[in-house]
């Protein structure tokens, strides 16, 4: 899930949408979909009095040095052309995970320059880097230039992976991920305590801690000490996405915290489908909606398995409150195997002005449905929407 580096190479060369640039010679795009390379750019031929591009990169290195694990960078790398023909640029692939930005311009101009900015974002690991991004050139000189980035990762102490990210968990079954709590230091290391951020479901999650041992550790060769956290959901979560963030008070003076990120969605045999509506996320975008003007939107409880012709739903708790939920009549699909219940969700006109659009300041709307389904006591919507003036 996680990658050791991502680099994005971001170009800053024009205003073009994607990353077609237009010929020196024609408006056809230089750059060829199927291969993804530029082949205009390295096979273009100049006569001897042709004019001609002349690429020239003062730098085509940059060490970073030692940066903390959580701190990315970015560095300009400056192209001219000193040529008397306009010089073309594109990406060349890189070696990781990159993606080339529009351009600002198309190409550099005789007498011109241009940047090329390699950004980039540690991940798990700590120790040295080098990565590197490609940059094609329609100079018969030089057609592709490399770029190349490195540096020292270093950390106090760490926690990976990252965050946990549960896929799926059943309603009725426990769900068991673990962690590894890292420190890099000589000093004496423990850990004091822990604590979630959601107090209202802490109550269905489980954290069980030891120290790692000596072959554990040597998956992270510059780690000095470490515990294996096991991190269990219990079941009884409502029915959608639940998000917690595991904090463990350890010794370090200099790291008295560390955080764990968790997340995931809770499935059943009950589905909730309809327009807008991520499954993924459990979330229903509804967007920018005018006070005015008012919006609905309509999904549909799916019941399957034995208890099918049995649930009963009903709203527990609507956030904002101005927001009306109405659930219609079960009716039977598929020859009988589902139950469908409409859930209709109005933003009636004239309701007051809110911002609930971000899930990281807590903001998002949620609607709250208790059900009769012995496995299933509730189910989460998250809602997406703003109401504006």
């Known amino acids: ?119 980039w974002t540690p991940s798990e690991r700590v120790g040295s880097y080098q990565q590197s991004v490609k940059i094609l050139t329609n100079d018969p000189e030089m057609p592709e230039v490399t770029l190349t980035i490195a540096g020292e990762i270093s950390a106090i102490a760490q926690v990976s992976p990252l965050e946990l990210v549960f896929s799926r968990v059943s309603s009725n ?61 219990k079941p009884g979560l409502p029915q959608g996405p639940f998000r917690q963030i595991l904090s463990f008070d350890t010794s370090l003076e200099a790291l008295p915290q560390m955080e764990l990120p968790i997340e995931g969605i809770v499935g059943s045999e009950i589905a909730v489908v309809g327009p807008g509506w991520d499954e993924d996320k459990g979330l229903l975008t509804i967007g920018a909606v005018h006070k005015d003007k008012g919006a609905s939107r309509q999904l549909w409880l799916i019941v399957r398995g034995a208890h099918r012709k049995d649930v009963v739903f009903k709203p527990i708790d609507v956030f904002p409150n101005s927001m009306k939920v109405v659930l219609g009549e079960p009716s039977e ?13 109005d933003v009636p006109p004239g309701s007051p002005t809110i911002n609930c659009l971000d899930l990281e300041t807590g903001k998002y709307g949620e609607i709250i ?11 989460r919507i998250l809602v997406r929407m703003a109401i504006e003036e």
């Open 369 to 379: 449905l208790g059900t009769s389904h012995p496995q299933v006591p509730k189910i």
């Open 1 to 119: 899930m996680k990658v050791f580096f991502g680099v994005v190479l971001v170009i800053a060369l024009g205003v073009g949408l994607g990353i077609g640039v237009a010929s020196l010679r024609t408006p056809e795009s230089w750059w060829t979909p199927e291969t993804g390379v530029d082949s205009e750019a390295q096979s273009t031929s100049f006569s001897e009095n042709d004019p001609r591009p002349m690429l020239v990169v003062d730098q085509s290195e940059y060490n970073f040095g030692v940066v903390d694990l959580k701190t990315g960078g970015s560095h300009d790398f400056v192209f001219r052309n000193e040529g008397d023909a306009p010089l073309k640029l594109v990406s060349g692939g890189s070696s990781c995970r990159c993606t080339v930005s529009e351009f600002d311009e198309k190409v550099v101009p005789p007498g011109g320059s241009d940047k090329v900015t390699v950004s």
């Open 173 to 233: 079954e426990a769900a068991a991920a673990e962690a590894h709590l890292l420190c890099y230091l000589e000093e004496k290391y423990d850990i004091l305590g822990h604590k979630w951020s959601d107090k209202e479901t802490a109550r269905y999650f489980d954290v069980k801690l030891r120290p790692m041992t000596v072959e554990e550790l040597s998956k992270w060769p510059t780690a000095t000490s470490g515990y294996r956290a096991e991190i269990t959901v």
């Open 333 to 345: 699909i598929n020859n009988g195997r589902a139950v469908k219940t409409p859930l209709s969700i």
